[in-house]
Each structure stands twice: as structure tokens, then as C-alpha cells.
């Protein structure tokens, strides 16, 4: 009886969820022809409005085409035992459990991949091409495409193998293995991502000697912030959109901006951007967010560990006896609402993060500069300057660009 009451809680709350981030869609997209406030009434002119609005809404109606399909999808493998149909083809290859679960997950996530890839074609070369911003060939988006499933199938196959063989080894101390296994990759990956994986994808190159690398430098070093490593990576072949980032920790921390960024804004305006990311590291948010994510994953081991050997988890997707992946499925769904909510309070804190960075510039007499490179960035990438607040509650990390301008511009904001 059990199992059937597991089973109708796992449904509903897969129904749930999707009806409400149709909810939250839909309102969003009700604000998105909302007066833009007159703080940003320079953000736009009339006919790059105008598109910013078809773009908006032509994306809103592909969102809903591509969610539901992952929804219904979703449903015909619950209702019609889907997923015990894929665990009963791993067992049928081999009797390893390490292999049946590698197996079980290759096949689930296999299928969903290829089902994704129209939907990834149909946004790149038709929606982004449309509006100026995709500048991949196909021959770069299928080599892109190769590489990122391999990469994923390696480190992620990797990973999942160790978290299994843990699991079988004890499930007394499985959480604490598995926690300390996960959290030593997520520091390994802080620290070295962009020169183990970022050079299978983009070149970096070291920005030149010249006025741009000076100003910066003589801001880091105004501002107690020690940095040698500033990097250009070639975004252009992708995309028209510009970002820029900082990544690594420590000795190995760098600056790595577009090239399409640098093509966009002017020295003192990137200087801004930079200075904003130096107010994370001053504000130690990256180590804070980071300790935040390895509590909040400890916890969610624990319970998974608690539960992983239920037979009625397991049975609640068709499977008699206990099973780890059947298990981790059943249990990622019922944790969703969970997750959902600790999102809130996660994304609550990032935005404020974000004002103390922003808050940075001002101390530093760059703040103005800021603001014209947020109205440029928003502008030049389409952005929606009139969220709705419920998906600026339940979704957005970073404060609405009219909260942020207007920090800057009248006084500290906190949430």
C-alpha cells in the first residue's frame, strides 16, 4: 500500500511542478510589455524594443513547447513503468551493480539527450540566428556537441561509479564518503576548470599589454586586490552575447573576459565590471556560497542514505526490490519541493551578494561606469527589464536591473 501512496505523491509532485513553473512563466510573461521604469527609459529605443519584445515572447511560447514535452515524457515513464523497463535491460547485460546503474542512467539520459537535440538546433539557428546573436556553424554545434557528451559521460560515469561502489561498501557512512568525495571534486574543478575543460571549448588568450590591462591593474591594486591573471576568451564564435567572469581559487584565481565584451564597452565600463567581481572575493561570497552548497548537499545525502535501501522507494517506480538508481530517481523527485524551497532562501542571498559587489564600485568611484555596463549588457543581450516579482523570488540569483540602478544610484538596498 505503501509503494502506490509513494507512487501518487511522486506523480503529483512532477505535476505540480511543472503546472507551477507554467504558472511562473506566464506571469513573467504578462509583465514583459510593462512601462519600462524611467531609470532605464535609455536601456532601449523604440525598434530595438520592439524586438527585445518579440524575442521575449518568442522564447516564452518555445519554453512551453520544450517543457512539455519534457513533462509528458516524464508522466509516460511514470504511469507505464518506464523506468522499470530501462532497469530490467541493465540487469538483462550484466550482473555488476556498479555497470547496472551506469547502464540505467546512460540509457535514461541518453534517450533525453537525443530528444533535446532539435530543440538545441531549433534555439540556436533559428531563434538566436533570428535576433543577431548565434555565430556557430554546424560544424562547431556538432563538435561542441561530441565533445560535451564525452565529458560528461566521463566525469560524470566517474563519478557516479565511486558514489555507487561507496554505497556498497557501507551504508552507515555513505552520506559522509559521498559528501567528501563530491565536495573534494567541486573544489578540484573551482580550482582548475579553466585549464582542464574551458580549453577543449574556447582559447584563452592573455589580454595584451595596453591601456585596458593597465587601467585594470592600477584598479586591483588601488583596490588591495592582487591579480596577474587576466584572460580573453573567443565567445564570438558562438555568440554575439558578452560576459565576462572570474574563476579559480586562490594563486589560481584569473579574470576571463569576451571578446565580445571588450568589442562592446569602454575601458572605464569594464573596469566597473571587474570591480564589481573584485567586491565578491572582497565580500569572501564565493567561499560562502560554496560552504552553503556543501551543507545543503551534506544534508540531502543523509536523507538519501537514510532511504537509498527502501524497497518502498524503489517499488514506487516498479521495482520489487531495492535498487540504488531506481532509488536516487524516485528520491530527486521527491526532494524537487525541498530543493524549491532552500532555492529561495539560496537565491534571496545571491542577490544580496550582489548588491554588496555593486555597492563595491560605489565605494571605489566606479559605480557610474557600472550602470551605463549594465544598461549596455541588457541591452545589447535582449534582457527583460520588467520581471514579475514572483519569478524574481523563485528564480532570479542576480536583482532585476531597475533594483540594481537603483541601488547605485539612490542607496544601499538590502533584501
Known amino acids: 500500500m505503501f509503494p502506490i501512496i509513494l507512487f501518487y505523491a511522486i506523480f503529483a509532485i512532477v505535476v505540480l511542478n511543472f503546472l507551477f513553473e507554467q504558472l511562473l512563466d506566464y506571469k513573467n510573461a504578462q509583465w514583459f510589455s510593462k512601462p519600462i521604469p524611467e531609470l532605464l527609459s535609455d536601456v532601449y529605443n523604440t525598434n530595438k524594443y520592439q524586438q527585445q519584445q518579440r ?22 515513464m511514470l504511469v507505464f513503468n518506464g523506468f522499470a523497463f530501462v532497469n530490467q ?24 539527450f537525443i530528444i533535446s537535440i532539435p530543440f538545441s538546433i531549433f534555439d540556436t539557428f533559428v531563434i538566436e540566428k533570428r535576433y543577431g546573436f548565434n555565430t556557430i556553424t554546424p560544424k562547431l554545434f556538432i563538435t561542441d556537441i561530441i565533445k560535451s557528451l564525452l565529458l560528461n559521460t566521463i566525469i560524470s560515469g566517474a563519478l557516479l561509479a565511486l558514489i ?17 568525495l563530491i565536495a573534494s571534486f567541486s573544489i578540484f574543478m573551482g580550482i582548475f576548470y579553466s585549464t582542464l ?47 565576462a567572469y572570474f574563476t579559480g581559487l586562490g594563486k589560481r584565481k584569473r ?20 570591480a564589481h567581481e573584485i567586491g565578491h572575493f572582497t565580500h569572501k561570497h564565493i567561499y560562502k556560497s560554496m ?20 524497497n518502498a522507494l524503489s517499488a514506487a517506480l516498479g521495482v520489487e526490490a531495492a535498487t540504488f538508481h531506481i532509488a536516487l530517481i524516485a528520491f530527486a523527485i521527491i526532494y524537487s519541493p525541498i530543493s524549491t524551497i532552500l532555492s529561495i532562501f539560496s537565491n534571496k542571498q545571491s542577490r544580496k551578494n550582489e548588491y554588496q559587489a555593486d555597492n563595491f564600485t560605489k565605494e571605489h568611484g566606479v559605480s557610474a561606469s557600472l550602470i551605463t555596463a549594465l544598461k549596455k549588457l541588457s541591452s545589447h543581450n535582449m ?26 544610484v539612490i542607496g544601499t538596498i538590502l533584501e
Not at 516564452?60 to 517543457?67: D, M, Q, V
Not at 550482473?95 to 542512467?105: A, H, K, M, N
Not at 555507487?164 to 567528501?180: D, H, Q
Open 55 to 76: 524575442y521575449k515572447f518568442e522564447n516564452y511560447r518555445f519554453g512551453i513547447i520544450s517543457s512539455s514535452v519534457s513533462f509528458v515524457l516524464m508522466c509516460l
Open 89 to 112: 535491460i541493465a540487469l538483462q547485460i550484466t550482473d555488476y551493480v556498479i555497470l547496472q546503474t551506469l547502464l540505467f542512467f546512460g540509457i535514461c539520459f541518453g534517450v533525453m
Open 164 to 180: 555507487v561502489y561507496i554505497y556498497l561498501l557501507t551504508t552507515t557512512y555513505f552520506w559522509l564518503l559521498a559528501w567528501i
Open 197 to 243: 575543460i574551458v580549453p577543449l571549448f574556447n582559447k584563452q588568450t592573455q589580454l595584451e599589454v595596453g591601456d585596458l590591462k593597465t587601467a585594470i591593474m592600477n584598479f586591483a591594486e588601488k583596490a588591495g586586490f592582487s591579480i596577474s591573471n587576466i584572460f580573453v576568451i573567443d565567445g564570438s564564435k558562438r555568440s554575439t552575447k558578452a560576459n
Open 255 to 274: 579574470i576571463v573576459l569576451y571578446d565580445t565584451l571588450i568589442n562592446e564597452m569602454t575601458t572605464n565600463e569594464i573596469v566597473a565590471v571587474i
Open 291 to 310: 560552504f552553503y552548497g556543501f551543507v545543503q548537499m551534506g544534508v540531502m545525502l543523509i536523507i538519501f542514505g537514510y532511504f537509498a535501501s527502501s
Open 383 to 408: 534582457s527583460n527589464l520588467t520581471p514579475h516579482p514572483w519569478t524574481v523570488f523563485f528564480e532570479y540569483s542576480h536583482p532585476p536591473l531597475y533594483e540594481r540602478v537603483k541601488n547605485l
